[in-house]
């Protein structure tokens, strides 16, 4: 298949995916908008987390210390300045973020980059760690910065949160955005530099022995990985409208990974199919402990019973996919009419496998 | 003339155990050297020292006269320094192409946003580079290979592929550690002949470790032996072959007929 | 001084529960390679059969605290035995994942079945005894944590270092293939180390219980990650070094309340900030072994 037609095909599905969008904020109720947007919201943190945990073979947990710098920071520079006065009753909010009001393409892209500011400080020293040691130095960051935004009232209203953050997101920035970083990243892992951090994720050593410098890659993919967490976390906070520091715990960094491995680590498609199937299972199973009448018994409201059917679906899906739904696998077009054109000609494709 | 490499005496401890003892050694462009000595004799910590995997304990390296002791293995590979590993390190689930290629990331131009932009300086940094890599790989008789996972070929392409990506990096000087073991005598001949002919076409000075007498003797034109840490001996093959405290070391094994 | 000895006390019984829980974490990491991220929520499975027992079926402490303990134990074994083991052969991340899936079931399973609302644990009056030296006051509970804690702790190595399972643990943990080889039961053992790793979680969770007299279904969280912490301060997979991780981070932590109390709000991440300055000097923790790849 030739490149142009792949760029045709990828154009009209994008311009498929607009008119969907069009069509979906218009017609869709607020209940089924929520969950798209939070799916795709996840797709974003997915993404960024499988280049560096799957692309990059560094095991970091610290995505939810990311989304709340991001979060944080896009809130301060969206929310109305009355706002904010009332808002913060304990302790007045410091300057600049007391005056300033920025569009919010701006708010979400310098929340990126504080993100990714905090990413090169922290992953200096920290990324020569290996393995779980990793895992739980980055995990570990998050939780100071969760602790820290609890600290300091001046900025972050301490326990007590934002609110009125307002509702920007929309279909068009959560999906938008999850596109833009597909984008970047599959065109990242594309490149030489993305060979060069497969080949850190492969094997450290040869890496270094043929020229990688590791500092510079690692850090680099945790960077960038930061950015878009940073941004996810900006698009989760205008969803929600509302942010305190617990939204931020380590439970959150554990969701993205569960979509991220089930999707397959190191599969783009796989961590965004997962992130939709995760969202919807979520709110899908809610009615179970809601309670509900058969009129002749009924079964009153159990809290909990929702993520325990959740939890035992999350063990049998593992369990039974254990490399991930799509293992390593990407979607591409060619792979798409290959498929097609298997279940038009089953015996075509036979033949053609045996030969 | 500096010499291409200087190891000036170098030493290697690790705790109260010295692993290599004063090693010293001169290359000059374009020679074949080779590093023998028993099991455990500390060549490989002599490799390990030169590529930047360890820091000498006591003195230096230089390399074109320039001091890279206690440089990043990274860093020492873009000054031209290219090794092998004598248990293969491949990238083995990336493909024959991509492990050629990603040895010429280093010499890498365009920065990561012309990358991720695809700007024109990069599209054409990455034909060249990818051009550069098929040539390597068809010169080492690869090239039908290309696409397939590294860990899948056999053992021997392994090797060559191995030799194939150091070649990538630009090197000056090749050190292969090993490069014949697990072949036999057949192929141990192809290799010494591969290793004459890349010697020439690429114009890389080589420093060779290797268990097989008949290699080294063969190939190369200084010998150097190691024996517990220490120098026991340096010369043409012919008088590392008639060396008493050379045959001391190796008892047993046949010198003179290799 | 009076201070000091006062927080020195506080510490070491603080101490002495993180080094109970941080024992399973790192038992299990020894052998299996897997952070066990469903500890915590074992531990709080311990202080609920405690509470069930007394209240509900009116047994005695001493039995209570036995049957808790046993049948803790017997919830780790199968969590093992049908959350992990299908998975040995799988990625270690998918192992992990699954461990992630047995602590939220575990968490909602408690929620669903306990209720979320905390439940007060009424602790037995000879527990709410005080010591007191000059002007230092130990209260009985703070006393029984450690000297329990240390029974305990002495029991452990007492059936790692001197006992058959003990050496079968320890040679699975060197090299799990060729124990299998060399005959070890291999299937057994793993279940036998998640038994001894959970019930000392159980009695690490009933002192919990005790000492903060509360039990809710996500007590678990907190105190399994700072346990956690403890294990891989201390060389996780190294038994010793959970106990020194453990006394470490409890000391620490009662000595910065103490001490800096305008810092008392910081005091969850003290515990990370510890680690990570303790991990960029030694990179395998305090005990660990520093396994270098062999080039």
Same mark, same amino acid.
């Given at each position: 298949?030739?490149? +142009?037609?792949?760029?045709?095909?990828?154009?009209?599905?994008?311009?498929?995916?607009?008119?969907?969008?069009?069509?979906?904020?218009? &017609?869709?109720?607020?209940?089924?908008?929520?969950?798209?947007?939070?799916?795709?919201?996840?797709?974003?943190?997915?993404?960024?987390?499988?280049?560096?945990?799957?692309?990059? #073979?560094?095991?970091?947990?610290?995505?939810?210390?990311?989304?709340?710098?991001?979060?944080?920071? %896009?809130?301060?520079?969206?929310?109305?300045?009355?706002? *904010?006065?009332? %808002?913060?009753?304990?302790?007045?909010?410091?300057?600049?973020?007391?005056?300033?009001?920025?569009?919010?393409?701006?708010?979400?892209?310098?929340?990126?980059?504080?993100?990714?500011?905090?990413?090169?400080?922290?992953?200096?020293?920290?990324?020569?760690?290996?393995?779980?040691?990793?895992?739980?130095? +980055?995990?570990?960051?998050?939780? =100071?910065?969760?602790?820290?935004?609890?600290?300091?009232?001046?900025?972050?209203?301490?326990?007590?949160?934002? *609110?009125?953050?307002?509702?920007?997101?929309?279909?068009?920035?959560?999906?938008?955005?999850?596109?833009?970083?597909?984008?970047?990243?599959?065109?990242?892992?594309?490149?030489?530099?993305?060979?060069?951090?497969?080949?850190?994720?492969?094997?450290?050593?040869?890496?270094?022995?043929?020229?990688?410098?590791?500092?510079?890659? *690692?850090?680099?993919?945790?960077?960038?990985?930061?950015?878009?967490?940073?941004?996810?976390?900006?698009?989760?906070?205008?969803?929600?409208?509302?942010?305190?520091?617990?939204?931020?715990?380590?439970?959150?960094?554990?969701?993205?990974? =569960?979509?991220?491995?089930?999707?397959?680590? #190191?599969?783009?498609?796989?961590?965004?199919?997962?992130?939709?199937?995760?969202?919807?299972?979520?709110?899908?199973?809610?009615?179970?402990?809601?309670?509900?009448?058969?009129?002749?018994?009924?079964?009153?409201? =159990?809290?909990?019973?929702?993520?325990?059917?959740?939890?035992?679906?999350?063990?049998?899906?593992?369990?039974?996919?254990?490399?991930?739904?799509?293992?390593?696998?990407?979607? %591409?077009?060619?792979?798409?009419?290959?498929?097609?054109?298997?279940?038009? &000609?089953?015996?075509?494709?036979?033949? *053609?496998?045996?030969? | 003339?500096?010499?291409?490499?200087?190891?000036?005496?170098?030493?290697?401890?690790?705790?109260?155990?010295?692993?290599?003892?004063?090693?010293?050694?001169?290359?000059?462009?374009?020679?074949?050297?080779?590093?023998?000595?028993?099991?455990?004799?500390?060549?490989?910590?002599?490799?390990?020292?030169?590529?930047?995997?360890?820091?000498?304990?006591?003195?230096?390296?230089?390399?074109?006269?320039?001091?890279?002791?206690?440089?990043?293995?990274?860093?020492?590979?873009?000054?031209?320094?290219?090794?092998?590993?004598?248990?293969i390190?491949l990238?083995e689930?990336?493909?024959v192409?991509?492990?050629?290629?990603?040895?010429?990331?280093?010499?890498?131009?365009?920065?990561?946003?012309?990358?991720?932009?695809?700007?024109?300086?990069?599209?054409?940094?990455?034909?060249?580079?990818?051009?550069?890599?098929?040539?390597?790989?068809?010169?080492?008789e690869l090239?039908e290979f290309?696409?397939e996972q590294a860990g899948s070929l056999p053992y021997g392409k392994q090797r060559k592929l191995e030799?194939?990506?150091?070649?990538?990096?630009?090197?000056?000087?090749?050190?292969?550690?090993?490069?014949?073991?697990g072949m036999n005598?057949?192929e141990?001949?192809?290799?010494?002949?591969?290793?004459?002919?890349?010697?020439?076409?690429?114009?890389?000075?080589?420093?060779?470790?290797?268990?097989?007498?008949?290699?080294?003797?063969?190939?190369?034109?200084?010998?150097?032996?190691?024996?517990?840490?220490?120098?026991?001996?340096?010369?043409?093959?012919?008088?590392?072959?008639?060396?008493?405290?050379?045959?001391?070391?190796?008892?047993?094994?046949?010198?003179?007929?290799? | 001084?009076?201070?000091?000895?006062?927080?020195?006390?506080?510490?070491?019984?603080?101490?002495?529960?993180?080094?109970?829980?941080?024992?399973?974490?790192?038992?299990?990491?020894?052998?299996?390679?897997?952070?066990?991220?469903?500890?915590?929520?074992?531990?709080?499975?311990?202080?609920?059969?405690?509470?069930?027992?007394?209240?509900?079926?009116?047994?005695?402490?001493?039995?209570?605290?036995?049957?808790?303990?046993?049948?803790?134990?017997?919830?780790?074994?199968?969590?093992?035995?049908?959350?992990?083991?299908?998975?040995?052969?799988?990625?270690?991340?998918?192992?992990?994942?699954?461990?992630?899936?047995?602590?939220?079931?575990?968490?909602?399973?408690?929620?669903?079945?306990?209720?979320?609302?905390?439940?007060?644990?009424?602790?037995?009056? $000879? !527990?709410?005894?005080?010591?007191? !030296?000059?002007?230092?006051?130990?209260?009985?509970?703070?006393?029984?944590? $450690?000297?329990?804690?240390?029974?305990?702790?002495?029991?452990?190595?007492?059936?790692?270092?001197?006992?058959?399972?003990?050496?079968?643990?320890?040679?699975?943990?060197?090299?799990?293939?060729?124990?299998?080889?060399?005959?070890?039961?291999?299937?057994?053992?793993?279940?036998?180390? !998640?038994?001894?790793?959970?019930?000392?979680?159980?009695?690490?969770?009933?002192?919990?219980?005790?000492?903060?007299?509360?039990?809710?279904?996500?007590?678990?969280?907190?105190?399994?990650?700072?346990?956690?912490?403890?294990?891989?301060?201390?060389? $996780?997979?190294?038994?010793?070094?959970?106990?020194?991780?453990? !006394?470490?981070?409890?000391?620490?932590?009662?000595?910065?309340?103490?001490?800096?109390?305008?810092?008392?709000?910081?005091?969850?991440?003290?515990?990370?900030? $510890?680690?990570?300055?303790?991990?960029?000097?030694?990179?395998?923790?305090?005990?660990?072994?520093?396994?270098?790849?062999?080039?």
């Amino acid at each position: 298949m030739s490149k +142009t037609k792949k760029q045709l095909l990828t154009t009209g599905a994008l311009i498929l995916l607009g008119i969907c969008i069009l069509w979906a904020q218009s &017609n869709f109720n607020n209940y089924t908008l929520r969950i798209l947007n939070l799916s795709a919201i996840y797709a974003i943190l997915g993404v960024s987390l499988n280049l560096i945990f799957g692309f990059t #073979g560094q095991f970091s947990l610290g995505h939810a210390g990311f989304m709340a710098i991001g979060a944080y920071t %896009t809130s301060l520079l969206i929310i109305p300045k009355y706002y *904010k006065e009332m %808002t913060f009753l304990i302790e007045p909010l410091i300057w600049p973020f007391s005056v300033l009001q920025l569009p919010f393409i701006v708010a979400l892209l310098l929340g990126g980059l504080f993100a990714a500011i905090f990413a090169i400080i922290i992953g200096l020293p920290v990324l020569r760690l290996r393995g779980d040691y990793l895992g739980i130095a +980055t995990l570990g960051f998050a939780e =100071i910065i969760r602790v820290i935004a609890n600290n300091i009232p001046q900025i972050t209203n301490g326990a007590l949160g934002l *609110k009125g953050i307002p509702a920007y997101t929309n279909l068009w920035w959560t999906l938008g955005f999850t596109v833009f970083t597909i984008f970047v990243i599959k065109r990242l892992i594309a490149s030489s530099y993305g060979r060069a951090l497969m080949a850190i994720r492969e094997n450290e050593i040869a890496a270094e022995a043929i020229g990688v410098s590791l500092t510079y890659h *690692k850090v680099m993919s945790f960077t960038v990985s930061a950015f878009f967490a940073g941004i996810g976390g900006g698009l989760l906070a205008s969803l929600l409208t509302t942010i305190d520091p617990r939204a931020f715990m380590f439970v959150m960094t554990f969701n993205i990974l =569960i979509v991220v491995v089930i999707g397959g680590l #190191g599969s783009i498609t796989g961590t965004v199919i997962a992130a939709f199937l995760f969202n919807f299972m979520l709110e899908y199973l809610r009615p179970i402990e809601q309670g509900f009448d058969l009129g002749f018994i009924s079964f009153p409201e =159990i809290p909990g019973l929702r993520m325990v059917t959740f939890s035992l679906a999350l063990l049998v899906v593992i369990i039974y996919n254990q490399n991930g739904l799509m293992g390593k696998l990407e979607f %591409t077009w060619q792979g798409l009419f290959d498929f097609i054109d298997r279940i038009k &000609n089953p015996k075509n494709s036979d033949e *053609k496998g045996v030969s | 003339m500096t010499s291409l490499l200087k190891v000036d005496n170098i030493t290697k401890r690790f705790g109260g155990l010295t692993a290599v003892d004063k090693f010293f050694l001169e290359i000059n462009d374009d020679e074949i050297i080779g590093l023998i000595g028993p099991n455990g004799a500390g060549k490989t910590t002599v490799y390990n020292m030169i590529t930047g995997i360890y820091t000498p304990t006591e003195n230096k390296v230089y390399f074109k006269g320039e001091d890279i002791t206690g440089l990043k293995p990274d860093k020492i590979a873009k000054k031209g320094i290219a090794r092998t590993f004598q248990n293969i390190r491949l990238l083995e689930n990336l493909t024959v192409l991509d492990n050629v290629m990603i040895g010429t990331h280093l010499r890498i131009k365009s920065g990561l946003f012309s990358a991720i932009l695809r700007l024109p300086g990069y599209k054409l940094e990455e034909k060249q580079l990818h051009e550069k890599s098929i040539a390597l790989l068809e010169r080492v008789e690869l090239l039908e290979f290309a696409n397939e996972q590294a860990g899948s070929l056999p053992y021997g392409k392994q090797r060559k592929l191995e030799i194939a990506r150091a070649l990538a990096t630009d090197p000056d000087l090749l050190l292969l550690d090993e490069p014949a073991a697990g072949m036999n005598p057949q192929e141990s001949h192809e290799l010494v002949e591969f290793i004459r002919q890349i010697k020439e076409e690429f114009g890389v000075t080589i420093f060779l470790i290797e268990h097989d007498m008949k290699v080294v003797m063969d190939i190369c034109e200084r010998i150097l032996v190691l024996d517990y840490g220490k120098t026991i001996a340096e010369g043409s093959p012919a008088e590392i072959k008639n060396n008493p405290e050379v045959i001391k070391a190796y008892l047993g094994v046949d010198l003179a007929n290799a | 001084m009076d201070i000091f000895l006062q927080n020195l006390a506080n510490g070491l019984s603080l101490g002495s529960l993180y080094a109970l829980i941080a024992i399973g974490y790192t038992m299990v990491y020894g052998i299996l390679r897997l952070i066990n991220f469903a500890h915590g929520e074992i531990f709080m499975l311990g202080a609920y059969f405690l509470y069930y027992g007394v209240l509900i079926f009116n047994l005695p402490w001493w039995l209570s605290f036995i049957v808790a303990v046993i049948l803790t134990a017997i919830a780790g074994m199968l969590t093992e035995r049908f959350a992990y083991r299908p998975l040995r052969k799988a990625p270690r991340i998918s192992i992990l994942i699954s461990a992630i899936g047995v602590s939220f079931f575990l968490q909602n399973a408690g929620i669903v079945v306990f209720s979320g609302v905390p439940k007060s644990f009424h602790r037995p009056a $000879i !527990f709410d005894h005080m010591f007191i !030296f000059g002007n230092i006051r130990i209260s009985s509970i703070t006393f029984a944590s $450690i000297v329990i804690s240390l029974i305990f702790l002495m029991g452990l190595l007492f059936i790692v270092y001197r006992t058959k399972t003990g050496l079968a643990m320890r040679a699975i943990s060197t090299d799990i293939e060729t124990a299998r080889l060399m005959a070890v039961n291999v299937d057994q053992t793993i279940s036998i180390t !998640f038994a001894i790793g959970s019930a000392l979680a159980a009695v690490g969770g009933i002192l919990w219980a005790l000492k903060y007299p509360q039990i809710f279904p996500l007590m678990g969280m907190i105190p399994g990650l700072k346990a956690f912490i403890a294990a891989v301060l201390g060389g $996780i997979g190294n038994i010793f070094g959970a106990m020194i991780g453990g !006394f470490i981070l409890g000391m620490a932590e009662i000595l910065l309340v103490g001490f800096m109390p305008q810092l008392s709000g910081y005091r969850d991440a003290f515990a990370f900030l $510890i680690l990570i300055i303790i991990l960029l000097f030694k990179p395998d923790g305090l005990m660990g072994k520093n396994v270098q790849e062999k080039v």
